[in-house]
Structure formats: C-alpha cells, structure tokens
Nanobody, 121 residues
Framework: QVQLVESGGGLVQPGGSLRLSCAAS????????MGWYRQAPGKERELVAT???????NYLDSAKGRFTISRDNAKNTVYLQMNSLKPEDTADYYC???????????????WGKGTPVNVSS
C-alpha cells in the first residue's frame, strides 16, 4: 500500500555528515508521522527521530544537537541531517511511516528496507 524508498547512507569518517532521505508513495490518504529508526548489530531497533504532521519532533537523546529531522509534505519525503557522526552511530537506518491509506481503517505503519550508515576512520 505504501512504499518507502531510502537513500543517503554510506561510509563516513568520524565527525562527518550524512543526509538520509525517505520518499513515501502509494495509496496514501494522510501521513501522520515519518521518521527514522536504527539497528546496530546485536542490538534492538531504536528510535532516532520522528516528525509529525504538526512538525513536532522527537529525538533520541544521543542525537539531540547533532541530527535534524525535517519533512517536505508536498513530496511525502522525510530527511535526516546527521552531523558530527560518531562510530556508535553505525547502524542500519530504517525509514518509518504512519498514517492512513485509501484501504485502511485507522492508522497503519510501514517500514523501509533500511540504508546502512558506517562511521569509521
């Protein structure tokens, strides 16, 4: 029903920056929340940042001051600008979408396939 296409991951040195993008498409009626989660090897998936339809944002504590989430409602796209990256930021980053579709009753959740971020010298 909803497809999420992520881009922007890769290898970066500590202290560097990356910008992740995620475009949502499909039978979207209303987008309520978009955001990013990440999962490092051997660890559980954790919330990195979300932004809702009112532009209220929520961040992982360790991401505050370094990461900025934003969205382009016209394009149904969410961005994650990541600055001052650290080796502990290394993980697969997953786009998250919550909203309603033309076929759903109430909100549904969708996930992207993930894009790898590797912070290493």
């Amino acid at each position: 029903q909803v497809q999420l296409v992520e881009s922007g991951g890769g290898l970066v040195q500590p202290g560097g920056s990356l910008r992740l993008s995620c475009a949502a498409s499909g039978r979207i009626f209303r987008t309520n929340v978009m955001g990013w989660y990440r999962q490092a090897p051997g660890k559980e998936r954790e919330l990195v940042a979300t932004i809702n339809s009112g532009d209220t944002t929520n961040y992982l504590d360790s991401a505050k001051g370094r990461f900025t989430i934003s969205r382009d409602n016209a394009k149904n796209t969410v961005y994650l600008q990541m600055n001052s990256l650290k080796p502990e930021d290394t993980a697969d980053y997953y786009c998250y979408w919550r909203g309603s579709t033309w076929a759903s009753i109430g909100d549904v959740n969708y996930w992207g396939k993930g894009t790898p971020v590797n912070v290493s010298s």
